[in-house]
C-alpha cells in the first residue's frame, strides 16, 4: 500500500458528462500528480500541484482541470467527455516538489459510454 | 522533440537467467532519470532516480545505471516474481518541469 488512496475506483459515465475524479496523497506530501493510462498512449504525464499551486504542466486537455485543496487532497474534473477519455487515471504524490521520487495510487479505471 | 524510448517492448527469461532493459532518452535537459516497476491493473511502483551519468544504485537483483543518453536495469538471476512491466521516466530541466515516461518493458520469467 503507497499510502496514496484515489476515489473511486471505478466509474461508467456517458459521452458529454462531467465527472470528478478524488485523491488524498501520503500524509506530509506536499506535490500531487496526475496521470493518465491508456494502452495506446502509455502513462501521460498531466500536471502536478505543489502545496496548493501548479508546478508542472503536460499534456492536459482544456476539458480536464484539476486542483489542490488547503488540505492537501487533489480533485481531476473532466468534462464533456469523449469515448476516447476512457483510460486508467492514476494520482501519485511526493514529499518534494522538484525531483523526488513519487508514489502512486490504485488508479480510477474511467469508462465513457 | 523530447522523447523517451524503451526497448525491448517485452522480454522473456528463463529464472535465472540475468538480462537488461534499456531506456534511451533525447531531451533538452535532464532533472532525473526514474524508473519504476507496474504489476497488472496497479498503480506504478517507484524503483530508482538517477540524477548524473556514471550514477548506479541497485536494490536486491536490480542495478540502474545511467550514462548521457540512456539507462539500463540489470536484472541479475531473475525470478517469477520479478514478472512486470518496467517504465522509465524523465524529469525535464525547463521551467515546467514536465515528466515524460516510456512505454515500457513488459518482462516475463519463466519458473
Known amino acids: 500500500d503507497s499510502g496514496v488512496t484515489q476515489t473511486p475506483k471505478h466509474l461508467i459515465t456517458a459521452t458529454g458528462q462531467r465527472v470528478t475524479l478524488r485523491c488524498s496523497p501520503r500524509?506530509?506530501?506536499?506535490?500531487v500528480y496526475w496521470y493518465q493510462q491508456s494502452l495506446d498512449q502509455g502513462l501521460q504525464f498531466l500536471i502536478q500541484?505543489?502545496?496548493?499551486?501548479?508546478?508542472a504542466k503536460g499534456n492536459i486537455l482544456e476539458r480536464f482541470s484539476a486542483q489542490q485543496f488547503p488540505d492537501l487532497h487533489s480533485e481531476l474534473n473532466l468534462s464533456s467527455l469523449e469515448l476516447g477519455d476512457s483510460a486508467l487515471y492514476f494520482c501519485a504524490s511526493s514529499p518534494g516538489g522538484g525531483n523526488t521520487e513519487a508514489f502512486f495510487g490504485q488508479g480510477t479505471r474511467l469508462t465513457v459510454v | 522533440e523530447d522523447q523517451v524510448t524503451q526497448s525491448p517492448e517485452a522480454l522473456r527469461l528463463q529464472e535465472g537467467e540475468s538480462s537488461s532493459l534499456n531506456c534511451s532518452y533525447t531531451v533538452s535537459g535532464l532533472r532525473g532519470l526514474f524508473w519504476y516497476r507496474q504489476d497488472p491493473g496497479k498503480g506504478p511502483e517507484f524503483l530508482f532516480t538517477?540524477?548524473?551519468a556514471g550514477e548506479e544504485k541497485e536494490k536486491e537483483r536490480l542495478k540502474a545505471t545511467l550514462t548521457k543518453k540512456e539507462s539500463f536495469l540489470h536484472i541479475t538471476a531473475p525470478k517469477p516474481e520479478d514478472s512486470a512491466t518496467y517504465l522509465c521516466?524523465?524529469?525535464?530541466?525547463?521551467?515546467?518541469?514536465?515528466?515524460?515516461f516510456g512505454s515500457g518493458t513488459r518482462l516475463s520469467i519463466r519458473p
Open positions: 500541484y505543489y502545496n496548493g499551486e501548479e508546478r
Open positions: 500524509s506530509g506530501d506536499l506535490s
Open positions: 538517477l540524477y548524473s
Open positions: 521516466a524523465v524529469r525535464l530541466k525547463r521551467s515546467a518541469s514536465k515528466i515524460i
